[in-house]
């Protein structure tokens, strides 16, 4: 039996109300806490340096959110600096006690909608454009210094992803941030290594990113 067109759209209407439409849930609708953060162990998976002896690596764990950017010292001419709190949010700074220099920092910041998450990762592909290049700063305590800033391409992580690698030299040597700023749905995360030596491997830093997003599930 062949339904007439205006019947076939009231039972189609009705099917609808009966059968529910399996819509995706949320990506990490719950609150973000420290638990969401990775642990030392679970970093050292990623990042050896952290490993070795049992009192090499170290890890505090706060209720804090996140610095866009975080700048060295004082915020450039070129830009603002801006401080999100979101709904909920927790940080880890992770680093090692001997030998190299080595750090690991993760925040997490959830927010109340998609696009609040969308303007931290929009503010550093403007702090990249605007900033990029050197600049003439200080180190805090009046001695000449220079800040360099640049972008680069993380590749796929999470559901957009923006990085950005600085260096700041002082008395002839530089220090480097390589940093990952990652979607996932409402929640946002920075991961910042700070290499002991040189800029820092790309790929080692896009893999610890990938865990600390896969992480919230």
């Not at 979607?183 to 290594?193: C, D, I």
């Amino acid at each position: 039996m062949k339904l007439r067109p205006g019947l076939a759209v009231v039972c189609a209407v009705v099917v609808s109300a009966v059968v529910p439409l399996a819509l995706p849930a949320p990506a990490h609708a719950d609150p973000v806490t420290k638990q969401d953060l990775l642990t030392l162990a679970e970093a050292e998976t990623v990042f050896p340096e952290l490993a070795g002896r049992h009192d090499d690596g170290n890890q505090d764990r706060f209720n804090f959110g996140m610095d866009v950017p975080a700048y060295w010292t004082s915020p450039l001419r070129c830009d603002h600096q801006r401080s999100y709190g979101g709904t909920s949010h927790a940080t880890a700074s992770s680093y090692s006690l001997s030998g190299p220099d080595f750090g690991f920092l993760e925040s997490i910041v959830q927010f109340r909608t998609k696009h609040e998450a969308r303007s931290v990762l929009q503010h550093y592909r403007d702090y990249a454009r605007v900033c990029r290049g050197r600049h003439a700063t200080d180190d805090g305590d009046g001695n000449a210094a220079t800040l360099q800033v640049r972008a680069w391409r993380p590749g796929r992580v999470g559901d957009e992803a923006v990085g950005l690698l600085d260096g700041f030299t002082v008395y002839g040597r530089t220090q480097w941030r390589r940093s990952v700023v990652a979607r996932v749905g409402r929640t946002v995360v920075l991961t910042t290594v700070e290499p002991g030596r040189g800029a820092g491997d790309p790929d080692q830093a896009v893999a610890g990113a990938r865990l600390a997003v896969a992480k919230l599930g």
